[in-house]
């Protein structure tokens, strides 16, 4: 292995880094199980609270990945229509349920007033970049319901965290999975993490045995990159002057 500098190796981690992106359009082509296995065990040299890794992670691919594609585009047909429709829509969709979340509801509550700008700005420009014009409820929800395709990728992942260690145990698995990002990136793989799935874990856990000790965080996309010009859409990114916080300052 060639050795670099201390400095050489810092721009180029700077530079790898910085030059990862989500990926929003994926192709059919499969991924190898054992690469699909290395990046797992990458995502495991993160560090972790007392080193108790509370996390799992439910790995859907072939047939069980399409199973429960399916089921959550049902779900989501149901529930964008229902949304987009007038009172008795809305009736039904409650008297039916399906398509009503299962888990997770905390996602629909508003951001609050200091994050939501940030957003509106990247739905705004995402969503112009992709041609939808501002009102077009119909072309935003098609849009959407691409998360329940998993924009195309092959594999799909579902990341759980053990409900006794709260937000530590998000903590834990956001740098886990950070990690598994990264060497999918160094893979030549693209990734998009995905709260959108975590609306309907029961459709999940039909599919695999988890533990009622751990609740459903987020999905992750796993799968090579389209040439399609959303997989170059660049999302803004604060600067250091929103991320520090700032020392009081005590009277002498």
């Given at each position: 292995m060639k050795r670099y500098s201390a400095q050489e190796n810092g721009a180029w981690v700077?530079?790898?880094?910085?030059?990862?992106?989500?990926t929003r359009d994926f192709l059919p082509t499969p991924v190898p199980p054992e690469l699909i296995e290395q990046i797992l065990k990458d995502s495991l040299t993160a560090p972790s609270w007392s080193n108790t890794r509370p996390f799992k992670v439910a790995v859907a691919?072939?047939?069980?990945r399409d199973r429960i594609s399916n089921e959550f585009l049902s779900r989501w047909q149901s529930l964008s229509a229902a949304m987009r429709g007038g009172?008795?829509?809305?009736?039904?969709?409650?008297?039916?349920?399906?398509g009503l979340p299962t888990s997770n509801r905390i996602?629909?509550?508003p951001y609050a007033a200091e994050l939501k700008p940030r957003a509106?700005?990247?739905?705004?420009e995402l969503y112009g970049s992709l041609g939808v014009q501002r009102g077009d409820k119909a072309e935003r929800d098609r849009q959407w319901g691409k998360n329940y395709e998993f924009f195309g990728a092959p594999v799909a992942m579902f990341v759980y965290i053990h409900k006794s260690l709260h937000i530590y145990a998000a903590a834990d698995a956001g740098l886990m999975m950070e990690n598994l990002?990264?060497?999918a990136h160094a893979h030549g793989l693209g990734t998009c993490a995905q709260g959108a799935v975590a609306f309907w874990d029961d459709a999940i856990r039909d599919e695999f045995d988890v533990s009622k000790d751990y609740r459903l965080l987020?999905?992750?996309?796993?799968?090579?990159?389209?040439?399609?010009?959303?997989?170059s859409f660049e999302a803004?990114?604060?600067?250091?002057?929103e991320l520090l916080v700032k020392a009081k300052q005590k009277k002498k």
């Open positions: 700077s530079e790898f880094i910085s030059s990862r992106r989500t691919t072939g047939e069980v009172i008795w829509s809305k009736i039904k969709l409650f008297i039916k349920r399906h996602i629909l509550k509106q700005r990247v739905g705004k990002m990264l060497s987020c999905g992750i996309a796993v799968g090579y990159p389209s040439d399609a010009p959303v997989n803004n990114r604060i600067g250091l002057d």
